[in-house]
Nanobody
Framework: VQLQAFGGGLVQVGGSLGLSCAAS????????MGWFRQAPGKEREFVAA????????YYADSVKGRFTMSRDNAKNTVSLQMNNLKPEDTAVYYC????????????????WGRGTLVTVSS
């Protein structure tokens, strides 16, 4: 499966931004989907994920209550709505697909889209 993320940009502290990720094929019940991010000089880290049918969503503690991941199986897309953004949210954001039921681990995702840069300015 090929993935492409959209929607990055520059936003002020406290603002909101939405990211989307389009898949080249059906993903429901085939792949769990995740969002990860990588800040300059840091390792790629887990942000959010849904299981294969999209029935359950998991979040990193750092974004819980501010970010919402959703999955539209009819359109083969996943989205990440980011609210109350903070400077530490600045990173390149990646969507990814996994054959596992779901995972927080970068290593368990086999398919990655190009990242999209989110910059939160103060």
């Amino acid at each position: 499966v090929q993935l492409q993320a959209f929607g990055g940009g520059l936003v002020q502290v406290g603002g909101s931004l939405g990211l989307s990720c389009a898949a080249s094929e059906r993903t429901d019940n085939r792949y769990s989907m995740g969002w990860f991010r990588q800040a300059p000089g840091k390792e790629r880290e887990f942000v959010a994920a849904t299981n294969k049918d999209g029935g359950t969503t998991y979040y990193a503690d750092s974004v819980k209550g501010r970010f919402t991941m959703s999955r539209d199986n009819a359109k083969n897309t996943v989205s990440l709505q980011m609210n109350n953004l903070k400077p530490e949210d600045t990173a390149v954001y990646y969507c990814a697909a996994s054959n596992f039921v779901w995972s927080r681990s970068v290593l368990e995702y086999s398919y990655w889209g190009r990242g999209t840069l989110v910059t939160v300015s103060s």
